[in-house]
């Protein structure tokens, strides 16, 4: 088993929540990837905003989101990317 592996160490139960999660990809190969990650990211952040980049207003033209709050997490490979 899992704890006989790890020398008998204790198993815990941590109750936590579920959060609904949106995963995007690229739907071609980039050749920048921290670049389209900056680019993507912003892209949410303002649409989730009202403030989409293509200069329209947000719904019924109120330049608001949803008002929904949420977190982007972006993940990269290495320390170079996350400290560029």
């Not at 109750?15 to 690229?26: C, E, I």
């Amino acid at each position: 088993t899992f704890s006989n592996f790890f020398g008998g160490a204790p198993c815990l139960h941590v109750l936590g929540r579920s959060h609904a999660v949106q995963v995007n990809y690229t739907l071609e190969p980039v050749s920048d990837y921290v670049e389209a990650a900056i680019t993507a990211t912003m892209q949410v952040h303002c649409e989730e905003a009202g403030f989409p980049l293509d200069g329209s207003a947000g719904p019924e033209g109120t330049g608001q989101g949803d008002g929904a709050d949420g977190d982007i997490l972006v993940f990269l490979s290495g320390q170079e990317e996350i400290e560029a």
